[in-house]
RNA sequence: GCGCCCGUAGCUCAGUUGGAUAGAGCAUGGGAUUUCUAAUCCCAGGGUCACAGGUUCGAGUCCUGUCGGGCGUACCA
């Protein structure tokens, strides 16, 4: 049951009624209009408010609360809604959803595997291009974001019914490959490769780097480096000769090239396995390779690209703006060769109506260029979508590092999160009397804790803007975090262990009785209950994962003004019943909208 | 220089696409546990929504300008 879908039916019908009547203009039932209906913000006003009147008013030359009061004469609040009271203030139109209906839903919503949700009338085909580490370096901080933000997506597009193929576009053939393979053939450690191959491959990826970089400050703190630039002048250039020769199909280059992404591939998939994130694909940049030269020759051959200054580009704004380069000067190919070429396969092969790229704000040009160029081409019946977010800082307010300066590894960050969980489970286990939880149990809380911790931080702050890292703040467990909510689950659990309650015959008995809520408390609950819909609703909108986390905190939050202030296990009768769905459903919704961000959630804590 | 994003409580952030008295958490002060997990709940103080104009029944939200910050800006990804 969808209880705005519902509304907004009824007020279109309602508009086009009071259009047929004369009470105002024909045009007024468009669906901008019905889309003013929402929630409200204060329960005094009711729980749903419709602002049409007052747009409404001027069209039809007639004060806004005698359009109100016409339209409220052609509504017919069917079922699920009380009739309207006379509008209000300026014209609203406030609408309260009967009791007897709020039970029903609640009941229906329990024992339904959607929890009431209804799939999407019409399913996109989406792709969702996340993650796309560049496998040549360890992952890092800055990779949490894409990666968890796209899973959730993917995760909750697919429970509203889209068909979601997720993609990880490695990145496995760039410049930082000239790195490590130059890094091998002058400064390789045999041993320490054997021992451990990524480790040594990623020194090798940070000391050619910062050498070919040659930035002062770099060099100053990196003697190892610094000799390196120093022993090798031209090192900048090599490195692109490594790559290109690697693009060419050198067959040294190629060969250990071949031999490094086995490792690297392994080391990433321990990261996503600890983070329960899968692709459905991963066709990384090395994947579209053997296309990049007739790509090229295509754009060229249709006027869309053009020489310009030795290299080849395509003028997505003007002759003045810097033009999307899709070759070099020296022959080699870019990453908006790539991006064009995996548009085209993606189109040819998959048919996307949609594909999002979770990227970071900072490429927001490369894809606006991007888009533009692949419409010129041909590819322009999709709608291609940057899911752009905004940089990791550090508590110093300047993008997150190691105190030597090095980004902070991924693995590492995730060890430290759950570190810290795992405090505070021991803490809490040790002030708590009775039977005490098992160590591996108390390892496992604080895995599922410590992770969702980062995970829901990212995700309950998706916005543009650049947000500051803090453990203590995402392990407060306290307020918007994901421990409140499991914590929330764990309650629910602890009432039907402690009753001793089975679900399934509970859920059973509630397809047939009835419930109502008497408690405004109760109430309140059971309406945020019936709102889950609205909340994935306005995920997908904006491709915004923090809609459904506020969502899940109101839900989480009401849970506990209900559960300090209402006993369950002792109530009796329809009450005790009442209570027990409530307590059901709200498990339900937050242990669904958890695993929809991709947050595990214990039984107990 | 040009382009994109941002500026909301002491701090970290929300703000349902233009709606009613701008909300949370942290921090500060007060209160709640013989009762289902106190990792909780309840109450209080705290605001020129950077600034100035404009649009309209109504602006934190849209438009213009100013100030401040971040990012990008031809052969890295």
């Avoid at 209009?33 to 009711?46: H, I, P, Q, S, Y």
């Avoid at 974001?145 to 019914?161: E, H, N, P, Y």
């Avoid at 703040?473 to 402690?498: D, H, P, S």
Wanted: charged share 25%; with cysteine.
């Amino acid at each position: 049951m969808h209880l705005r879908h519902e509304l907004r039916r009824i007020f279109s019908a309602a508009l086009s009624a009071a259009a047929a009547a004369g009470d105002i203009p024909d045009d007024s039932d468009d669906l901008s209009l019905t889309e003013m209906v929402r929630a409200t913000t204060d329960a005094k006003f009711g729980d749903y408010t419709a602002t049409v009147a007052m747009p409404l008013a001027k069209r039809a030359g007639k004060p806004p609360r005698q359009v109100a009061e016409a339209i409220i004469a052609k509504l017919e609040p069917g079922e699920w809604f009380d009739a309207p009271q006379a509008p209000v203030g300026p014209g609203f139109i406030n609408l309260t959803v009967k009791n007897e209906a709020l039970g029903r839903i609640v009941a229906e919503a329990a024992a339904d595997p959607r929890l009431g949700v209804p799939p999407v009338e019409t399913p996109s085909r989406i792709v969702i291009d996340y993650s796309s580490p560049n496998v040549a370096k360890p992952m890092h901080v800055g990779h949490i974001r894409s990666t968890v933000i796209g899973d959730a997506l993917a995760r909750i597009l697919a429970f509203r019914g889209h068909e979601v193929t997720t993609d990880n576009h490695l990145g496995d053939w760039g410049t930082q490959f000239g790195m490590i393979l130059w890094g091998w053939k002058h400064c390789r450690n045999d041993t320490a490769y054997a021992d451990n191959p990524t480790a040594e491959l990623g020194r090798l990826y940070r000391l050619v780097r910062k050498a070919a970089d040659a930035k002062p400050e770099e060099l100053a703190n990196d003697p190892e480096a610094a000799e390196l630039a120093a022993a090798h002048p031209t090192l900048a250039r090599d490195v692109l000769q490594e790559t290109a020769r690697l693009h060419e199909g050198d067959e040294e280059n190629r060969t250990l090239w071949a031999s490094f992404m086995p490792v690297c591939q392994a080391e990433i998939d321990r990261v996503y396995t600890r983070l329960h994130v899968h692709f459905d694909h991963t066709l990384g940049e090395s994947f579209y390779q053997p296309f990049l030269g007739e790509v090229v020759e295509e754009l060229l051959a249709k006027e869309i690209a053009r020489e310009s200054r030795g290299a080849i580009g395509i003028f997505t704004d003007g002759e003045e703006k810097p033009p999307l380069l899709i070759r070099k000067a020296d022959g080699a190919f870019l990453y908006a060769t790539t991006d064009l070429a995996t548009i085209r396969w993606r189109m040819q092969h998959w048919k996307p109506d949609r594909v999002l790229y979770v990227v970071d704000h900072r490429q927001s040009q490369h894809f606006r260029q991007v888009f533009a160029a692949a419409e010129a081409w041909g590819y322009g019946d999709v709608d291609l979508v940057h899911v752009a977010f905004g940089t990791v800082l550090g508590e110093d307010g300047r993008p997150f590092k190691t105190r030597a300066g090095d980004t902070v590894g991924l693995e590492a960050l995730l060890d430290e999160g759950v570190a810290r969980a795992l405090e505070v489970v021991a803490t809490s286990q040790a002030a708590r009397a009775g039977d005490a939880m098992p160590v591996e149990e108390q390892q496992a809380i604080a895995e599922a804790v410590g992770i969702g911790a980062i995970k829901y931080a990212d995700l309950s702050q998706n916005r543009a803007t650049d947000y500051v890292f803090s453990f203590d703040k995402m392990l407060e467990l306290k307020g918007n975090t994901a421990a409140y909510m499991q914590y929330a689950v764990a309650r629910v659990e602890g009432i039907f262990t402690k009753g001793g309650i089975d679900r399934e015959p509970l859920r059973e008995q509630l397809k047939q009785g009835e419930i109502s809520f008497s408690d405004p408390r109760e109430r309140a609950l059971a309406l945020q209950l019936a709102r889950f819909p609205e909340a994935l609703d306005e995920v997908e909108a904006d491709y915004r994962p923090s809609s459904l986390t506020a969502y899940l905190y109101e839900v989480a939050g009401a849970y506990s003004t209900f559960y300090d202030a209402l006993p369950v296990l002792k109530a009796e009768g329809h009450e005790r019943t009442a209570r027990l769905a409530l307590c059901d459903l709200t498990g339900q919704v937050l242990r669904h909208g958890l695993e929809l961000l991709g947050i595990t959630v214990p039984t107990r804590m």
